[in-house]
Every structure is written in C-alpha cells, then in structure tokens.
C-alpha cells in the first residue's frame, strides 16, 4: 500500500459536542455550511460536509458503515470509496407537465426518469421499533479533525496536515493529486471528490473563522442550542468537561480507531408502553445494544450519568450538567470562539 505512513499530532485540539437530546433535524447546520463553503462552486454541488441523518437509518453515503476504513489493530486500513449513486443527490418532478402540460387531474407528481434512487436524507424519519414504541434520532455528522486521521496517513503525497494551533485535518489542494486514498481511508466517509478540478474536499472545521474567533457555521446556526464548540485540551470548556469531567458525551465509532473529535450525548426517549398503554419505566425504548453499536460500551456510563442528572433537576436540586446542556446562554456553546462573524472586517 503506497501511503506516506505518517501520523500527526497537534497542540490544542478543537471538539465539537452535539446533544442528540436537543437536535430538531432541522438541518440548519447542513444549509449554513453548505452555503458558506460550497454553493455555486463548479465540482461540489453534490458535497454536504455537514449532514444530519435519522438513526437507525443508511445515512450517507447510503451503509457508509460497512464501508471499512480507519485503523485495525494499529494497522491502517483502506476501506471503499462511496460511489456517486451511494452519495446520492436530489431529483426531478414533472412539475412541467402537472402545472403546464394541460392535463388537468389525470397527471400527479412523481419523481422524473433518470433521477437519483438515494440521497443525503433519503430515509429521514423513518426510524426504527416496532409501534406504538417507535424510535428515531437525528445525527448530525462532519469530518471529525481525528486525533489519528487515517485519511492523512493514507494520502502518498502528504496533501493532508494537522495543524498544531487547533488540531483541524486541512488539505493543500495545491498538492492533491485526486487519487482518493484518503477517502478510501477515512471510515466516516466524510470526503468528496472535486472531479472538475481533480482534488478531493472535505469539512475546512471553519478554519477562517476558528481563526479570527468566530465559531463554526454549524455550531453558531444551530437554533436547536444543540452544538457545542471548544479546545477540547482547555480544561475549563464545556466540550471538555461534557466529554472528560461529567462523561456524558462519547464519540461515533470509536472501534474505527481515528479518535474522532467530534463527540455526542446520548439520545433519551420517552419510556416504552406495555400493551396496555401504560407506560415501562423500567425498560428503554431506545434498544441500549443499538446505541452501543453505535458509540461503543461507554454510551452505558454516559446515559447512567445523564439519568442521574435528569433525576436531580427534577427533585430539584442543582445539577451543572443540565444547565450546562440546557444552555440558557446561547453563546456558552460557542467556547472561545463567540466573535460575531457580521463585526468583523473579512479580506
Ligand atoms: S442545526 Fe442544530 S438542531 Fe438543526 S439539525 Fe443541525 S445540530 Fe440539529
Ligand atoms: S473523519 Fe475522516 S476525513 Fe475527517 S479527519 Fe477523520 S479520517 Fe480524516
């Protein structure tokens, strides 16, 4: 296998935490990173850095978990490369022919021939368990600025660089040469192909706006108070203290051995209902196995710990951790990063 062999190691390390308590689905976060980095730019129509999909579900790229990829027993692995069909995209209506072809009532909408048979949110809310104890959840998901980022080991012309002043994995596409080794090693599946201008691209972690202080456009969008934003190292941020000190958020996968930066609190659910409609407190709708195939065993301990928070706040008693996810100061999920962007002069 022809890499470069190399890992990088940084000095501070920017984390992202994301309640799956609080995410609506709403997918500001998609269209605000979207929008900002690459809307109207001739090669990445088909690109969603940030994308939020319903679990259980395929997401995107369609089974991108079976994808392979990430590190296996210290060892780096190449794993698939998504195809365009899997990454999926939107489609067509013959709204030409419902509302200018003449046929009154006899035509109905539907897809047109040619379109795309999966995309970014194709399964969205469809869910999983079995009624009345249905379950979905929202997942947003972007590169995770891994600790041990496969896609940089893997890339043979060292186009990839962890930097040391925020830990984000960032490309030289002046030095890319397209071959996509780096998305075959990456087992989030969070890299697209610039085929226009032959460079692979992925999530930038806002680097602009981390750099004059501004938080990233997913975090800051986000109405659902659901994104939190800061150096996890900085023992007095929240992402540090949610992820190290109160050990209610946990990463995506960590058997994929990257140590993503990317972290998330649990999703709680309502409790499950007996046939007689009454309702199971003893049981969890949510099947605990699922999450932990997911996000591994320690989702056990964090959802222990965020019930045992959950609990005090309802006798009412104080508990930092709620009101720190409650975040009844929007601005606190931002760490040091709460410039406003619209202050500050742009060159
Ligand atoms: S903007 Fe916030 S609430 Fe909306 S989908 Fe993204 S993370 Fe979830
Ligand atoms: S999520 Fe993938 S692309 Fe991002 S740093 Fe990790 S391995 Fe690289």
Known sequence: MATNGKKATAGHQVAWVFDLNKCIGCQTCSVACKVLWNEGDEGSEH?????????????????????????????????????????????????????????????????????????????????????PNAYFFYLPRLCNHCTDASCLEACPVGALVKREEDGLVLRNEDVCEGNQLCAAACPYKKIYFNAPRGVSQQ???????????????????????????????DETSLVHRLVNQWKVAVPLHPEYGTKPNVFYVPPLAPAPLNPDGSANENADRIPPQYLESL?????????????????????????????????????????????????????
């Open 203 to 233: 999530c930038i972690g806002c680097f602009p706006r981390i750099e004059k202080g501004v938080a990233p456009a997913c975090v800051r969008q986000c109405p659902g108070r659901a994104a939190f934003v800061g150096f996890i190292d």
């Open 47 to 131: 690109m969603w850095w940030m994308t939020v999909n319903t679990q259980p579900g395929k997401g995107t790229p369609k089974d991108w978990e079976s994808m392979g990829g990430g590190y296996s027993n210290g060892e780096l692995q190449l794993g698939k490369l998504p195809t365009a069909e899997e990454f999926g995209g939107g489609w067509d209506y013959n709204y030409d022919e419902v509302l200018h072809g003449g046929k009154g009532r006899s035509v109905h909408l539907q897809k047109i021939a040619g379109s795309k048979t999966w995309g970014p949110n194709w399964d969205e809310d469809e869910g999983g368990g079995e009624w």
């Open 295 to 347: 996000f591994g065993k320690d989702v056990h301990g964090a959802l222990a710990n965020l019930k045992a928070e959950l609990a005090k706040k309802r006798r009412g008693e104080a508990s930092e951790v709620m009101d720190a996810l409650i975040l009844y100061e929007w601005k606190d999920a931002l760490g040091p990063f709460s410039k406003d962007p619209a202050e500050l002069v742009w060159k």
